[in-house]
């Protein structure tokens, strides 16, 4: 954490609750001017890495593409949410460590400042983040294994990096709170003079705060915070409510009585407070509302289309086929 303050990720990263909601409002006002321009939101990516907008314009008879209706912010919100949660469910089933996983968390929230989901599916996305998360952190897993694991294309994973990374502005370091978790323990543990028999209390607190963190990494709370340490410290905060370790409060004070502090009590309180108030109020999105959002986001890429000619094409063939066994019962 010593180089934060001078790092991109403060300098470019950190937004105010109303920068942050504009950030959204435009990327999503974008892509629906686009929509109505083009009667698709879909921007390709070459092989190359390069990104191709769509040109059709939209005929005044049009009537299919009058009847598209582009996500709302709020659905978007539910969709960047659904997959945020899928990411950090792949890196749980790759058993990647947690900074992997708030890495690529991160990565995929600053894309999407800058893109809808309109314009690029947050599936391919996720998955290239993951990759490009593993290559930064160190932990260098392929494209191939990556694909293979989850049982998806690696050439979409490849194909979608370099528009990730120029996303990103190649601002590629992230500072997680993960790290300073186990820091404050150890000092707290020193603070209070926990007693042997008293340290797996703490090794408790240790664990559920590392659970709380990786709630609090799927809200707003990333962005919105001035100090990764604020995000360990509310983690740190919620887990001791459950297990009762020490008295957190006291803990609070003492942090804020170092010379290099700067803050008073209330306002690391209140900064806490925010924190775990996005953490109590995360909702993810329900099967249904998935459903609607869905079906709305693969017709704005100009998939529905698509897919239904193939469900014809697929239910023709079936018909086809119990034709011919029928035909030859009856011979």
Known sequence: MADFQSSTHRGKWIFTPHSLAEKYKASNRRAVQMLEKCGTTQVEVDPSGSLLYPTRKVDAGDQASKKLKPLSVEEEQSMRAFYEAKLQEVCSAFCFPHKIQATALQY??????????????????????????????????????????IQQDHQIILKYEMAVLQSLEFDLIVYAPYRAIEG?????????????????????????????????????????????????????????????????????????????????????????????????????????????????LKSCLGHSSHDESKKREKKSKHKLHKSSNNTEMEQ
């Open 108 to 149: 995929f929230k600053r894309f999407y400042l800058q893109w809808s989901v309109m314009q690029h599916h947050p599936k391919e996305i996720m998955l290239t983040c993951v990759y490009a998360s593993c290559k930064i952190e160190e932990n260098h897993v392929s494209a191939e294994e990556i694909g293979k694991g």
């Open 184 to 296: 404050f323990v150890n000092d707290m543990e020193a603070f209070f003079q926990v007693r042997d028999d008293k340290v797996q209390k703490l090794k408790d607190v240790l664990k559920a705060a590392t659970a709380e963190t990786d709630k609090i990494m799927l809200t707003d709370a990333p962005p919105l915070s001035p100090w990764p340490g604020n995000l360990a410290l509310a983690a740190l905060r919620m887990a001791n409510g459950i297990v009762g370790a020490v008295d957190f409060d006291r803990y609070l004070e003492n942090i804020v009585s170092q010379p290099k502090s700067g803050h008073a009590i209330s306002e690391l309180t209140n900064v806490l407070n925010a924190i775990e108030s996005l953490a109590k109020s995360y909702k993810f999105p329900s099967e249904k509302d998935m459903k609607h959002i869905n079906r709305k």
